[in-house]
């Protein structure tokens, strides 16, 4: 029953895909009429169905624009797929359908667009485009944007037929350990999903049917497992056997293969050893689990750098004078080098010469104990004094982050000898070096800086790592703005 209504929900969902898309042809389409003509064309003047259809793209971008969709599993269903996930691959099936547009008009010519003078064109600034162009430009904004929002509301709808009990889907839990119950709380939290834990199945053999676990009734052991199945068939099962009964997977596997249900298995793995988030990959058919995995791998890394070589040059060529403003003052102001230098660890436990204005007095500088700076040291010169409690003392890491040492979001770097002392106190501690150390951090812009709580630092680094995105990055170097240069806890 269940399957035929997700068929169902296929189509109304495929229907509505198809209706936003149209909408936003038309709508991108109004925009090149707009920005070109300057007029909306009369009633009459538009000579037939096919002409719009043609001129607002709409035969060759919906059919196209769907089976992208398809094509990225955005009809599939993952009810324990969060919103952002499912963002993420309909703008990329959004990009695909402009590509194939574009493809499609470069086969069969720009003609194809049709309705407009090719010799006219609208501009913005010294930029000119012609018609094809802004069209396809207000369609690669309105589409994506529609798409998310579409699916958001159909979310929302959903959402609410849930709550009423209706379009659930009803699962069965192997396993009655800690890892069971860990899933049916974790499933009940999470009631947008739509997934409903009907029953628990022990992960013993022999075992008579027992008072509820976690509000659920307990059916009887696996070797009841096939009577459980035919009197009470669920739309999938989740497989939470506690390690000790991990031998047993493969033999469960091979007889549940005589059901048309939906498997899923939940590795018995204490979050204490995955502070990280978990993946899931396959190699020749050979699933591969990954409980740590830099986030900065493929892509996300190469976006990452993007980004820290503009901001670093952005950040050169703005606090270029002031630099060399604090450099002369240091320079007449007490004896020594401009630019203290000092080893510090970064991804994958690599060692560099962190750079930063000499803020201490020179002859104890490369001899004091690893140990942060305390409030009043008297080590600290006057200018030193302003330039720590204004950050300004760390504009040199710019050329860290140009050259590839450090990022411009990280968590903090430290000494190799407090790195030492840390990682077997401190669980997780080495986890921080999966990223690039940082000139500001998750931590920073929450005010721990300085001599503050080790523990709390650790965990919002690690919530950065987790959580990585490059919108985090942007949010962190805006906050920065406002709470990274000047803080109480900067001295």
Known sequence: MLKQRHQFFVLLLGIADAVVVAAACVLAWAVRRDAIDGTWPAASGLQSLRTLLQETLLIFAVPVAVSSLRVFGLYMPFRDRRLLAESRQVLKATLATLV??????????????????????????????DAGRVQLLALAVIMPAALVVSRMCFRVALRAARKRGRNLRHVAVIGTGRLGRIACRTLDRNSWTGINVAYFIHHHDHVTPTDMVVGRPVLGGISQLEQILQLRPPDAIYLALPNTRASMMPELLRRLERYPIDVRIIPDVSPKYTPMAMTVSELEGMPILSVRESPMNGLAGITKRGLDVAGAVAGILIFGLPMIGIALAIKFTSPGPVVFRQRRVSVGGEEFEIL????????????????????GDARVTKIGSFLRRTSLDELPQLFNVFLGQMSLVGPRPERPELIARFKDDWRGYVLRQHVKAGMTGWAQVNGLRGDTSLRKRLQLDLFYIRNWSLGFDIKILWLTLFRGFAHPNAH
């Not at 470069?106 to 501009?123: E, K, M, N, Q, Y």
């Not at 004091?368 to 305390?374: E, G, H, K, V």
């Open 356 to 375: 930063k204005f000499r803020t201490m007095q020179h002859v104890q500088d490369e001899n004091t104990p690893a140990t942060w700076t305390s409030r």
């Open 100 to 129: 194939s547009l574009i493809v499609l008009m470069w086969a069969l010519g720009p003609s194809i667009v049709g309705g407009f003078d090719p010799s006219r064109t609208a501009a913005w600034g010294s930029v000119a485009l």
